[in-house]
């Protein structure tokens, strides 16, 4: 949408004015709300990660097709509400599938580069869709329509992919089927039931299971502990981070922006876009290989550090020449912009959703996440919604409430985010002042449950060396 936002066309076709182009950019933000608050939660708690991903994708498919046939204003924001809605629930599915398939000294890296990278893939794809198609007038309206349909088949390739996927351990777990659980987990940390990594991670997922199978698993769950509600707090503001600093708008309206700033001749604003997801898709890597090793604090510090002095700039240029009559200060805006969106994917971008997916316990973890990224969505709906009137009314001096939110964020983490680096899922209790589950978990008895797990497993491999089965627990 960031690239047909700017479509002449499509501009012409449905009379987009600064109001609708905020609008229809900030309109599926409502229907993911509402995947986060009930749904997202609710049907990867029902069905597991992975059906809920694709059907969360086939949700997304269908808004794509009801977004590009011939229609009226109205039936567009139909559309961008069912792919919002699909968005919702497939970021839910996607962060947990893989927060709870990581290994635990790797799960920021894991979490963060999956996230990251696979959006600034679909940013990469969209830009350059975007850039060749806009060479295209021939037939009315067939460049943002094609831009539009690209995410068909991509989205069925994912879906036909995710069948050569094991499900979640955890969530087998929290089904009642150990047994398939460490089957899954074997396969995941490449070992046998008899591996002492495989068992050591094994116990303490049955141990916590086992002292938290008392607690309500249901929305209300959440607000009946004190430890509950401060965690849910925790990852509201996690997920806040991840928006509160503008990076919606700046991305959303980047070709308007770039336009704005004085590259309008031709296609050079698409091709400015272009250039930067690239660029993106690469620097995301800082995250892979850093925040299992410096810790989620440290990382976010240094990004709003960067990303605050960069607006600080651009905020001092774009005031000083509000007619783009120099050409330096131009160039300088953009590489400003560029450094605000490089770091965003190596700091609050990957990271944020690595918090907000860890440091809930399993039981309610699906639910929780989904309420966590309202943090995010309120965020962007505040921020994204407005922009266009905004800066048509302020001009260039827009930028520097962007500077002021990353500074406030910027001191925010100093003082209030806590370092989940290193720790596994199920023994986050300890960093918010809660008992270890796993250790009461083992007070109860727990080695009995694992041993006859690890027991059945290990029949079923001499069964089927000896050609015959037998009854599962």
């Known amino acids: 949408m960031t690239v047909i936002l700017a479509d002449k066309q499509f501009i012409q076709y449905y009379s987009v004015d600064a109001t609708r182009s905020g609008t229809i950019a900030a309109v599926p933000w409502a229907s993911t709300g509402l995947a986060q608050l009930f749904v997202g939660g609710t049907l990867a708690n029902k069905v597991g990660r992975l059906w809920a991903l694709r059907i969360s994708i086939a949700s997304m498919i269908i808004g794509v097709i009801v977004q590009v046939v011939p229609n009226t204003y109205g039936v567009l924001i139909l559309g961008r509400l069912i792919t919002g809605l699909g968005f919702g629930c497939v970021y839910i599915a996607s962060n947990l599938y893989v927060a709870e398939c990581s290994p635990k000294l790797l799960r920021g890296s894991f979490v963060g580069t999956v996230a990251q990278f696979g959006y600034q893939l679909g940013t990469f794809i969209a830009f350059w869709t975007g850039y060749g198609m806009s060479f295209h007038t021939s037939p009315f309206n067939i460049a943002w329509r094609v831009s539009n349909v690209i995410q068909i088949p991509i989205g069925i390739a994912f879906i036909i992919l995710s069948f050569w996927y094991p499900e979640s351990p955890r969530w087998l777990l929290e089904k009642d089927n150990p047994d398939k659980a460490l089957r899954v987990l074997c396969k995941l940390r490449m070992g046998t ?3 002492e990594h495989v068992r050591a991670e094994f116990h303490e997922l049955v141990a916590a299971r086992e002292s938290r199978r008392r607690f309500d698993t249901g929305y209300a769950g959440l607000f009946k502990s004190a430890g509950l509600r401060k965690r849910l707090l925790y990852g509201l503001y996690a997920t806040a981070l991840q928006q509160a600093g503008g990076i919606a708008a700046l991305t959303m309206y980047a070709t308007i922006i770039y336009e704005s700033l004085g590259w309008n001749a ?17 620097i995301v890597l800082v995250n892979t290989f850093t925040v299992d090793r410096f810790g989620r604090k440290a990382l976010l510090i240094a990004g709003f550090a960067i990303q605050a002095a960069a607006l600080l700039i651009l905020s001092s240029l774009t005031t000083a020449f509000p007619d783009n009559s120099n050409r330096a200060a131009g160039v300088a805006e953009v590489a400003m912009l560029f450094i605000v969106g490089l770091t965003y994917c190596w700091s609050n971008g990957p990271i944020t959703p690595a918090i907000a997916s860890e440091i809930f316990p399993q039981e309610v973890r699906d639910k929780a996440f989904g309420l966590s990224l309202l ?6 709906l505040a921020l994204t919604q407005p922009w266009p009137t905004f800066t048509s ?3 260039g001096k827009s930028y520097w409430l962007l500077f002021g939110l990353n500074t406030l964020l910027l001191v925010s983490v100093i003082f209030i985010l806590p370092e989940t680096k290193g720790i596994s899922l199920e023994r986050m209790d300890k960093i918010f002042g809660e008992v270890d589950a796993v250790e009461v978990g083992e007070e ?10 690890v027991s059945q497993l290990e029949h079923e491999e001499n069964a089927r060396h000896e050609g015959m089965e037998l009854p599962r627990l």
Do not use: F, R, W, Y
């Open 375 to 380: 943090g995010q969505t309120v965020c962007l």
């Open 444 to 453: 109860q008895g727990v080695d009995k449950v694992e041993a006859m797990v």
């Open 266 to 282: 031709g296609h050079q604003a698409l091709a400015i876009n272009g250039v930067q997801a690239a660029l993106q898709l690469v």
């Open 193 to 195: 039931p008899q591996s």
């Open 393 to 395: 009314e302020v001009g």
